[in-house]
C-alpha cells in the first residue's frame, strides 16, 4: 500500500453514502483514515459495507445519522461525535442539495430549504466542530462548495447562491481560527459524474463540456484527491482558499 497520509486521523464526512462523499470515505480510509460517516438514515447494506471497508484498511468507520433539514437533528449527531472524546482532525462538509429553477420562479421556501442545507446546517457542524478543534489547537476544515458558487448563470439562485454563501464563510472563518492552528478551505468541482448533477438539460451539460478545456465531467475520485490534500498535512500552509476542480471551464 502507498503511504498513508491520513493514517491515525479522525474525520467527520457528511453526505458519506454516495457521490463524491463515498468516494472521498473510501479514499481517506485507504488512507488510514478513522472516520465518523454521517448519513440522513439508517441503512443495514451501509452498515455492512462500512464494516468490511474498515476491515480491509485497519481503522474503524462508524455511521452517525442526522438530517440536514433539520437543526436539532444536527445538534444530536454532532454531539454524538463529540461526547466520544476522540480528537476531531477533520471535518469534511460534503452533502448538500442541489436546484434549478429562475428567480421568479424559485418559492422562497425552496430558497430557504436549500440554504439549510447547503450553508445554515454546514455552519452548524462547523460551529460545534471548532469548538473541539480549538481546544486541540489543531484541525482542517473542507467545504464542498461549486463552481455554481463563483460564475453565475440564468436558473441557479437558490443553488449558486448557498454555495457562494459556503465560499464567503470559508474565507471568514480561516482568518478567525487561523490563530489556533486551524486550516478552512473549499472545493468548487464542475460538472461530476454522480446523481447530483442530473437536474441539468443535457443540452445545458453540452454547453458546459464545450466551454471547458478537458470536454468532459469531473470523475468523483479526482474531486476525492483535491479533498484529500487539503484534509492532508501536505497541504499545512493552505488555508482561505477555493480549490477549483472545473476541467478549466472557460467564461463567455
Request: include cysteine; glycine fraction near 8%.
Amino acid at each position: 500500500m502507498n503511504e498513508q497520509i491520513l493514517k491515525d486521523k479522525n474525520i467527520i464526512i457528511t453526505g458519506a453514502r454516495r457521490g463524491i462523499g463515498r468516494v472521498i470515505l473510501e479514499l481517506f480510509a485507504r488512507n488510514g483514515a478513522n472516520i465518523w460517516a454521517c448519513v440522513r438514515t439508517e441503512d443495514e447494506d451501509f452498515l455492512s459495507e462500512m464494516n468490511q471497508l474498515a476491515d480491509e484498511c485497519h481503522v474503524w468507520i462508524k455511521p452517525i445519522y442526522f438530517d440536514l433539514a433539520d437543526e436539532e437533528s444536527v445538534k444530536k449527531g454532532i454531539q454524538e461525535i463529540i461526547k466520544e472524546k476522540k480528537p476531531i482532525d477533520v471535518l469534511v462538509n460534503n452533502a448538500g442539495v442541489s436546484y434549478g429553477g429562475l428567480a421568479t420562479m424559485t418559492p422562497l421556501k425552496v430558497l430557504k430549504d436549500t440554504f439549510q442545507i447547503n450553508y445554515f446546517a454546514q455552519i452548524q457542524i462547523i460551529q460545534m466542530v471548532l469548538r473541539v478543534m480549538m481546544r486541540q489547537k489543531s484541525g482542517a476544515i473542507v467545504n464542498m462548495s461549486s463552481i455554481g458558487g463563483i460564475e453565475t448563470a440564468p436558473g441557479y439562485l437558490a443553488y449558486g447562491s448557498s454555495k457562494a454563501a459556503l465560499i464567503h464563510a470559508t474565507k471568514t472563518i480561516s482568518h478567525e481560527v487561523g490563530q489556533y492552528g486551524i486550516r478552512v478551505n473549499a472545493i468548487a468541482p464542475g460538472l461530476t459524474e454522480t446523481d447530483m448533477g442530473n437536474y441539468k438539460s443535457e443540452e445545458e451539460i453540452q454547453k458546459v463540456l464545450e466551454r471547458s478545456s478537458l470536454h468532459r465531467k469531473a470523475d468523483p475520485i479526482e474531486i476525492a484527491n483535491c479533498a484529500l490534500f487539503l484534509a492532508s498535512d501536505k497541504s499545512s500552509f493552505i488555508t482561505g482558499q477555493v480549490l477549483i476542480a472545473d476541467g478549466g471551464r472557460i467564461c463567455v
